[in-house]
């Protein structure tokens, strides 16, 4: 089983590494991990961006199955980037699996970026938006399109404390899809 290896892993100063070591992980279990940075562009090109954009499509679509990294990135939630890949996978019916190593309930893990008050009922931010509460690690259209599409999102009990290199919850997602292999 090929597997799409989505995250913002791929803007870590190690990204290449970090790409190597989860490739390796998905081989233990007789997987094999496709990385973005596996792609080659050349990012001199005026097109460069584009270039990534369809060349980690037609990996996508070469992949029976995601693991996408959801760790909140740059904020209270995952990365976009990846939340396009998780979706586009969806939206093909592949096997969407996904990890985050911030156990942290969404609400609360804004509140701790943001001034979060009650507002009759409800959770709002500085702007009087409402704050999605319910209860979830994440957006619920992410966590709901796993469980129907996939396996629910892997979290740890506690967060650890490199959550861009601890790889427990990863490794979670590829034995998972190795038992998925094994049963088909």
């Given at each position: 089983?090929?597997?799409?290896?989505?995250?913002?892993?791929?803007f870590?100063?190690?990204?290449?590494?970090?790409?190597?070591?989860?490739?390796a992980i998905?081989?233990?279990?007789?997987?094999?991990?496709?990385?973005?940075?596996?792609?080659?562009?050349?990012?001199?090109?005026?097109?460069?961006?584009?270039?990534?954009?369809?060349?980690?499509?037609?990996?996508?679509?070469?992949?029976?199955?995601?693991?996408?990294?959801?760790t909140?990135f740059?904020?209270?939630?995952?990365?976009?980037?990846?939340?396009?890949?998780?979706?586009?996978?969806?939206?093909?019916?592949?096997?969407?699996?996904?990890?985050?190593?911030?156990?942290?309930?969404?609400?609360?893990?804004?509140?701790?970026?943001?001034e979060?008050?009650?507002?009759?009922?409800?959770?709002?931010?500085?702007?009087?938006?409402?704050?999605?509460?319910?209860?979830?690690?994440?957006?619920?259209m992410?966590?709901?399109?796993?469980?129907?599409?996939?396996?629910?999102?892997?979290t740890?009990?506690?967060?650890?404390?490199?959550?861009?290199?601890?790889?427990?919850?990863?490794?979670?997602?590829?034995?998972?899809?190795?038992?998925?292999?094994?049963?088909t």
């Amino acid at each position: 089983m090929k597997i799409y290896l989505a995250g913002p892993d791929v803007f870590l100063p190690d990204a290449v590494e970090m790409g190597r070591r989860k490739a390796a992980i998905c081989a233990a279990h007789g997987l094999a991990g496709l990385y973005p940075l596996d792609n080659t562009v050349d990012l001199a090109a005026t097109d460069a961006s584009r270039q990534i954009f369809c060349a980690n499509e037609a990996m996508m679509d070469e992949a029976e199955a995601i693991i996408a990294n959801l760790t909140p990135f740059r904020g209270a939630g995952a990365d976009p980037g990846t939340v396009y890949e998780l979706g586009y996978m969806a939206g093909r019916r592949k096997f969407c699996l996904a990890y985050s190593n911030d156990p942290t309930v969404y609400a609360g893990r804004l509140g701790r970026l943001a001034e979060v008050t009650p507002d009759n009922g409800r959770l709002v931010d500085a702007q009087g938006l409402t704050v999605e509460d319910f209860g979830l690690v994440d957006n619920l259209m992410m966590i709901h399109a796993l469980e129907l599409h996939g396996c629910p999102l892997v979290t740890p009990v506690k967060q650890p404390v490199d959550v861009w290199h601890d790889l427990a919850a990863f490794e979670t997602c590829v034995r998972m899809a190795a038992a998925r292999l094994i049963a088909t």
